[in-house]
């Protein structure tokens, strides 16, 4: 019985499940740390393999925004994801909100998932600028925490597991959500039987990209300052004009050390990313290490501007097809659908409903 079960497991098809906020246009942060591998898996998968890739707005209501500036945000993702090279035909590209299940695993989830384990979780104390050693007992936590926000994780489970997926890119700082995933594919198993999949890790092999004035943070959209950082649709002069003001320090020279140069480290991070000679940041340190701060920002620039070439006119073209992007969402729907019900049949009548 074992050994059946082992050839059974060995027999599924890989599914690879990842999904993007809809903040509007991604920066460079995104884009290198999730999105481009997106895009690569569609070159180094096997053809059976499922990409399922989901713009989730039912996560983005867990902090209040305007319902208009949401629909606008879902739709600049949308295009956003198609102008860097997603297939829509290779892979399903859809809202979350489009595919009920994901919301009504959760609700299945959420009675077998631990409240104990959700406190200990740190989005919702991020969220809330937090201390992490913020309970649930203080009344003013309380007081201020949404169910929603706080359920977050299960969602996100749902997200994964009503898919079967067996395979999640995740960034560095995002492990402990997978561990929680597979906390409720556990739980439930234990209750109803083993029915749904323990999905695996797969680590962007790219460190995070900071923000171009604090490099210290990572890049993020919250951050005031635009020049902060870079989005994939700036024209070459603004990828330019934010990688000169960049911000570095007064050692002579070009050294890779982010502990005390994140700055310089940064940048050379970045240019590593987007290197045709493939070099490490360490290897262009080395070829950098007597230039000028303006020479080196300068090759930074080059080597940005032609990695992100043509991203931004595919997404002004994009964003004006209204109808055309409605067509692409509605077919990645019906196809997320499709895929959720069979695990969604699976389920309930595990469950008994």
């Known amino acids: 019985m074992q050994r059946l079960t082992v ?27 999730a999105l481009r591998q997106w895009v690569n898996l569609q070159r180094e998968e096997q053809p059976s393999t499922k990409l399922i890739y989901s713009i989730v707005d039912l996560h983005a209501i867990t902090v209040p925004q305007p319902p208009e500036t949401l629909r606008q945000r879902k739709r600049e993702v949308l295009a956003a994801l198609l102008a860097i ?3 829509p035909e290779r892979c399903t590209i859809f809202y979350q909100s489009s ?8 609700w299945i989830l959420a009675c077998t ?7 200990r979780m740190t989005q919702w104390k991020s969220k809330l600028s937090l201390a992490s050693s913020s309970t649930l007992e203080n009344r003013a936590v309380g007081s201020r925490l949404k169910l929603g926000l706080f359920s977050y994780p299960v969602l996100q489970a749902a997200d994964i597991l009503v898919h079967r997926a067996t395979h999640v890119p995740v960034g560095h700082d995002q492990q402990q959500h997978l561990e929680f995933a597979r906390e409720c594919v556990t739980n439930f198993n234990h209750a109803y039987g083993s029915h749904l999949v323990h999905p695996e890790t797969l680590i962007s092999p790219v460190q995070r990209i900071m923000s171009l004035t604090e490099p210290t943070s990572k890049m993020s959209k919250s951050h005031e300052a635009q020049r902060s950082r870079i989005l994939i649709t700036d024209t070459s002069q603004d990828i330019r004009s934010k990688i000169a003001t960049a911000l570095t320090d007064s ?8 502990a005390t140069r994140p700055g310089i480290s940064n940048l050379l991070e970045i240019f590593s990313v987007f290197d045709a000679e493939g070099r490490s940041p360490a290897q262009l340190a080395q070829a950098y290490a ?10 930074v620039a080059d080597t940005l501007v032609a990695g992100l070439h043509g991203i931004r006119d595919r997404y002004l073209e994009l964003s004006a097809n209204d109808s055309y992007l409605d067509e692409i969402e509605q077919h990645g729907a019906r196809k997320a659908q499709e895929s959720a019900k069979e695990t969604m049949d699976i389920v309930k009548a595990a469950v008994g409903l």
Do not use: C, W
């Not at 050839?7 to 740390?33: D, E, W």
């Not at 595919?99 to 959760?106: D, F, I, T």
């Open 7 to 33: 050839a059974k497991q060995s027999l599924r098809p890989r599914v690879v499940f990842s999904g993007i906020q809809p903040t509007g246009v991604p920066h460079l942060g995104n884009y290198v740390g």
């Open 85 to 87: 090279g997603l297939d």
């Open 99 to 106: 595919v009920p299940a994901h919301s009504e695993l959760m």
């Open 113 to 119: 998932a631990s409240v104990g384990y959700l406190s």
């Open 251 to 258: 050692t002579p020279g070009i050294s890779y050390d982010p």
């Open 290 to 299: 007597d230039a000028s701060p303006r020479t080196f920002k300068e090759a």
